[in-house]
């Protein structure tokens, strides 16, 4: 008889311990959802940049100090981290919400449309959430309450990421990224696996899309210079001309991705942006400088792709009697999902969002600090719908515009999943 009383999770092989949580969650989820949305438009309202997310982190603190959460505070500058121990010991699970806004004027006419102004290099501009971020922190205060009206039966910790400045390494005042300052600092050391999700304004409210392996690009910058021999304009052979030299780099340096990438496992992108050099029409320069930016796919591919722009820009200066210099500057780490992590947490994502409304993401060659994290130790890292339903992606304003719009009945997804995250690791260890 024992048997027949079994939870079906334990039945089906889904082995997933405290998977029972999911239904106290679901409904905790439904009661606190407009709570989670008045903190959403509160904080769209009052954005700040990054490292000056003072506001937005004392609420947060207050929040998570109100559940009985232990809080720590100014951590990598402005962030906050909290810690939820549960009833029994086990496995420590990181979640994550980045907190910062954007020098965008927002154009969208909203009750809570942001009227906040700065000076930015010089510029008079508005701040506005134009990526988010406010619903990333009112998803993870929303969960901090959830999980915390359930720590007796959690049989692990949980820590609650609140991270400063992920778009912000322009920024005045900026010298590093959130995450990076955020693992310099220790946050990972105790942590077992780390969880998060980026709202997508071109992504149905509903849907859950995630990538396993390299999912968003390493961003690195690129600066070749090539030094020739300044010579007339009209006596080319008595110099080296730098400006030729420079063009069939510029061309060679197209052949990595046509012909050196495997193109069937992952794409990379290799762009210069910018070329300067000479000042006049009958004078051939003795340097140009040219600048752009490397887009790859995990560690290996970004390796060969580092390897073959020095190669081809070395070698093609020396044939023409010229030097080139390559100088490349790491930036973003791949956001990688570990794939044994990621296999073991689709079950998850499927029981949040239903089978149906579950998507594989195409790889991204944009960035997302959540990388450095990962670097530590393993993690997962999702999108999540935030378009009306029925949106036409194509004609919905994207991230970073003054237009940009969330549709918030997608912001329970949000509680569910990343609730769900915890419940499920913990159980599973
Ligand atoms: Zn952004
Ligand atoms: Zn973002």
């Excluded at 997302?368 to 009306?388: A, C, N, T, V, W």
């Amino acid at each position: 008889m024992k048997k027949l009383i079994l939870p079906l999770f334990l039945i089906s092989g889904l082995s997933f311990g405290q998977s029972n949580l999911r239904p106290a969650i679901d409904q905790k989820a439904t009661e606190i959802e407009s709570k989670v949305i008045e903190w959403r438009r509160d904080i769209h309202q009052n954005p700040e940049l990054g490292n000056q997310e003072f506001r937005t982190a004392k609420k947060i603190a207050d929040h998570l100090r109100s559940l009985g959460i232990e809080v720590t505070e100014k951590v990598a500058v402005t962030g906050v981290v909290g810690y939820l121990k549960g009833g029994k010991p086990g496995p420590t699970v990181a979640l994550r919400a980045d907190m910062d806004a954007l020098p965008v004027t927002e154009r969208v006419d909203l009750p809570f449309k942001s009227t906040v102004t700065t000076t930015y290099n010089g510029q008079e501009t508005g701040v506005m959430h134009a990526c988010g971020h406010d619903s990333h922190v009112a998803i993870l205060m929303g969960v901090a309450e959830i999980l915390a009206s359930m720590k007796d039966e959690l049989e692990g910790d949980v820590k609650f990421i609140f991270q400063p400045a992920e778009e912000a390494i322009n920024e005045p005042g900026v010298t590093t990224w959130g995450a990076k300052q955020m693992v310099e600092e220790g946050v990972m050391e105790d942590v077992d696996a780390i969880f998060g999700l980026h709202i997508s304004a071109q992504t149905e409210v509903g849907t859950i899309g995630y990538r396993p392996g390299p999912a968003q690009a390493a961003v690195d910058n690129l600066e070749i210079i090539v030094h020739g021999t300044q010579a007339h304009g009209a006596s080319p052979w008595s110099g080296v001309d730098p400006i030729v030299t420079a063009s069939q780099i510029v061309t060679g340096l197209q052949t990595i991705l046509s012909r050196s990438v495997n193109i069937t496992q992952n794409p990379a992108v290799v762009t210069i942006g910018a070329i300067h050099g000479g000042i006049r029409q009958n004078i051939i320069p003795e340097k140009v400088e040219m600048i752009g930016t490397i887009r790859t796919f995990g560690d290996e591919q970004q390796a060969l792709v580092h390897k073959r722009i020095t190669e081809i820009a070395t070698n093609i200066a020396e044939s023409a009697g010229a030097r080139a210099e390559v100088n490349i500057q790491k930036l973003y780490p791949s956001t990688v999902n570990d794939p044994e992590l990621t296999a073991k947490m689709v079950p998850t994502l499927e029981a949040a969002a239903g089978k149906d409304h579950i998507r594989v993401n195409p790889p991204v060659t944009g960035a997302e600090d959540f990388s450095f994290y990962q670097r530590e130790k393993p993690g997962l890292f999702i999108g999540l719908g935030g378009m009306k339903k029925g949106g036409d992606p194509t004609k919905t304003p994207s991230h970073h515009t003054p237009d940009f719009y969330l549709d918030e009945s997608g912001f329970i997804l949000g509680l569910r999943v990343m609730s769900y995250f915890v419940v499920d690791y913990i159980g599973m260890k």
